[in-house]
C-alpha cells in the first residue's frame, strides 16, 4: 500500500478517518478491549451481538457503535502500548513501561542503528522503529524460528506493512553478528552477559548499551561482566514500577493493584579502545575492610584467559566485601 508522499511508515494507518486496514480498538461499557484490522463487507461478533465493519469505515474515531445486542463501544485507533498488551504473544512482551524507559535512556533517537537481540513477541522492537524511523536501522536476531514468526506478524499489522527500517535474523546474535557499527544496542535474553564482547566489537565510543533482564541473579552477573570487561563505564541498574489512582470525585487512592516489577535495566556507555578507566571508589560493606586493589589485580592475573578461574576469582572478590547476592 502507497504511502502518502514525505509521511512516515505507517502514518496512513495512523490518522482521518477509519479505512480498511486499519486497526481499531473497541471499549465497551465494562472497560474491555477488543482490537481487530477493519475489512470492509466483514462483521465483529461478540455474546453481545455484532454490527457491520462498514459502520466505521469512514467515520472519525472517537465513534461509539452499538451492536445488535445493545452494547455501545467506543472505538479508537490503538496507541502502542494498548496494542502491545493485545497482540498475540510467542516470549512474554517488554512492557509500556520499560520499553519507554529503553528508548529515553538508550537515546534512541530519529536516524540511530540500533542491534537489538531476543525480540520475543515484536513489543520493543515496535518502539524502536517508530524511534529511529525510516531513515534508521534497526537490526533484530532472534534465535527462536517461532518466536521470530509471531514478532514479524505483529510488526507488520502494527506498521500496516514491512518496516524499511528493520532486518530481522533468526539465529544466535554472536555467531551472526553482521552490522559493522551502530550507535545502540539493546539485549533481552537468559545471559546477556556471553554476547558483552560480541557487541563490544560493533558499538561505537560513545554508544549506550541496554541490558533487560529479570532477576537479581542476572543484574549481578550482567553488571560484574560490564566492569570486568574493561570497555563500558560504569553501568547503571535501575527498575521503573508503575502505579495507577482511583479518582471519583474526593476518593482519591492508589489503586489496589500496580505494575510492579517486570525487569531491570542495566545501562552502560562504550569507552574508547586503549583508554583505561580510573579505579572506582566506593565503600566497603559495612563491617568489611576495603580490599587493596593489588589483591584482586593479582587474583585476575593468576586466572589469566581462563573463564573458570576468572569467574571464581570475582565470586572470591564479592564474598570478600559481602557483596553477594
Not at 455501545?72 to 498488551?85: G, H, I, K, N
Request: glycine share 10%.
Amino acid at each position: 500500500m502507497s504511502e502518502t508522499p514525505g509521511a512516515p511508515h505507517g502514518a496512513e494507518h495512523r490518522r482521518g478517518s477509519f479505512k480498511p486496514g486499519d486497526l481499531v480498538q473497541l471499549t465497551d461499557t465494562k472497560g474491555r478491549h477488543h482490537t481487530f484490522p477493519l475489512q470492509a463487507g466483514k462483521q465483529f461478533h461478540t455474546h453481545k451481538g455484532s454490527f457491520e465493519h462498514d459502520a466505521l469505515i469512514g467515520r472519525p474515531e472517537g465513534t461509539v457503535v452499538r451492536s445488535t445486542g445493545g452494547m455501545d463501544y467506543l472505538a479508537l485507533r490503538p496507541l502502542l502500548s494498548d496494542y502491545v498488551l493485545s497482540m498475540p504473544r510467542g516470549a512474554a512482551v517488554v512492557y509500556p513501561k520499560d520499553a519507554a524507559q529503553i528508548v529515553a535512556m538508550g537515546d534512541i533517537h530519529p536516524g540511530a542503528r540500533v542491534l537489538e537481540a531476543g525480540v520475543g513477541s515484536g513489543a520493543l522492537t515496535c518502539s524502536l522503529l517508530r524511534a529511529v524511523g525510516d531513515y534508521g536501522a534497526v537490526h533484530s536476531y532472534e534465535r527462536r524460528e517461532d518466536f521470530a514468526k509471531i514478532a514479524a506478524k505483529n510488526v507488520r499489522t502494527f506498521f500496516g506493512g514491512d518496516h524499511p527500517a528493520w532486518t530481522l535474523t533468526v539465529g544466535d546474535l554472536a555467531s551472526s553478528i553482521r552490522p559493522d557499527e551502530v550507535e545502540r544496542v539493546v539485549l533481552d535474553m537468559l545471559a546477556p552477559w556471553e554476547c558483552v564482547d560480541p557487541v563490544a566489537k560493533v558499538l561505537v565510543p560513545g554508544g549506550v548499551l541496554i541490558c533487560y533482564v529479570a532477576t537479581t541473579t542476572q543484574l549481578s552477573r550482567i553488571v560484574e561482566a560490564l566492569r570486568e570487561h574493561g570497555r563500558f563505564a560504569e553501568p547503571e541498574a535501575t527498575e521503573t514500577l508503575l502505579r495507577t489512582w482511583h479518582v471519583e470525585g474526593l476518593a482519591v487512592r492508589p489503586d489496589h493493584r500496580m505494575i510492579g516489577h517486570t525487569g531491570f535495566l542495566v545501562t552502560a556507555r562504550r569507552i574508547a579502545d586503549g583508554v583505561d578507566l580510573p579505579p572506582r571508589r566506593r565503600r566497603p560493606a559495612k563491617g568489611v575492610e576495603a580490599e587493596p586493589e593489588d589483591t584482586w589485580s593479582a587474583d585476575m592475573e593468576a586466572a589469566g584467559d581462563d573463564r573458570e578461574a576468572r569467574a571464581a576469582a570475582l565470586e572470591a572478590r564479592l564474598a570478600r566485601r559481602g557483596e553477594l547476592p
